[in-house]
């Protein structure tokens, strides 16, 4: 029956019906042709469309604070899209609170800094830097690769405030080694501290993942030892996401990329 209304519409007949065979009519053969090469094109069309769905640009969001987006993020996310171009990466910078509401809330994929513990945030170690004391460049003396905790007994100091986790840090280490120094300028950014310690306003003890913003700097550079104070960088998620693929790609890609830079200083 649906052959019957096919070839009403089409105004002719596309087979030959006996009791004992159904052939094609000669009109029948040339339409199928024509079929045949239309299903043939659309099944290749649907193929392709399948394949380029499959490889749509894949985003990831990451927060991190302004001193790590600005100085270590962009070049690292460069050189990975070069890899991989089909991968978007969506940088976003804020301090750490935010940063972790914002994972919390599934408006990022991940974060990365030193974070506290958290209900509803995975944290997981990624890397392991270490303190560092920084001056203005102006003594070649201090262009050692290392620096005694008692070399800065005196100095005048420019710190972040008291609840910065980086702060509790040194200052915990300042009193466990009985080194005072004169409190010079609070600040609020790592970027801050780095400018002022160029301007001659003091020194800072900073951690090494500034290394690239203070290589943008005047100012010289020592990894602190006796003792060596190590700090752990985090990655942060949404614990009840997983992260995507392409997300722990680029995570395994900046261990490597940092991995490079930062050894090669001396700044593990």
């Known amino acids: 029956m649906l052959v019957r209304e096919l070839e009403n519409q089409l105004g002719f ?7 004992r065979r159904v052939v094609l009519t000669a009109y029948g053969s040339e339409l199928l042709a024509v079929i045949r090469k239309n299903l043939h094109e659309l099944d290749a069309a649907m193929s392709r469309i399948g394949r380029t769905a499959e490889e749509t640009t894949h985003v990831i969001s990451i927060g991190a604070a302004p001193l ?10 460069k050189e990975f ?3 991989r171009p089909d991968v ?3 940088l976003y910078d804020a301090n750490q609170i935010t940063i972790m509401q914002r994972v919390v809330a599934g408006k990022l994929d991940m974060g990365l800094g030193i974070f506290r513990n958290e209900s509803g945030i995975r944290r997981a170690p990624f890397f392991r830097f270490s303190l560092m004391v920084i001056r203005p460049d102006k003594d070649a003396a201090f262009h050692s690769v290392s620096a ?7 100095a005048t100091l420019v710190s972040l405030p008291a609840t910065s986790p980086v702060q509790q840090i040194v200052d915990k280490h300042l009193k466990k080694t ?5 409190r010079g300028a609070v600040v609020n950014a790592l970027d801050t501290q ?9 020194i800072a003890i900073v951690p090494s993942f500034g290394l690239p ?6 100012v010289a550079m020592n990894r602190l030892i006796d003792p060596i104070v190590n700090l752990e960088f985090q990655q942060i998620s949404n614990r009840g996401k997983k992260l995507p693929a392409t997300a722990e790609e680029f995570t395994a890609f900046l261990k490597s990329y940092i991995a490079r830079w930062a050894g090669s200083a001396g700044v593990l």
């Open 88 to 90: 978007c990466i969506q």
């Open 68 to 77: 790590v987006a600005a100085n270590i993020l962009p070049p690292a996310i």
């Open 13 to 19: 007949r596309l087979f030959d019906r006996t009791t």
């Open 148 to 154: 005694t905790w008692s070399s800065m007994r005196g």
């Open 194 to 202: 780095i400018a002022l310690v160029e301007a001659d306003e003091g």
């Open 178 to 182: 009985g080194v005072v120094c004169k």
């Open 81 to 83: 899209r070069s890899q």
């Open 213 to 218: 913003a203070c290589r943008n700097r005047r």
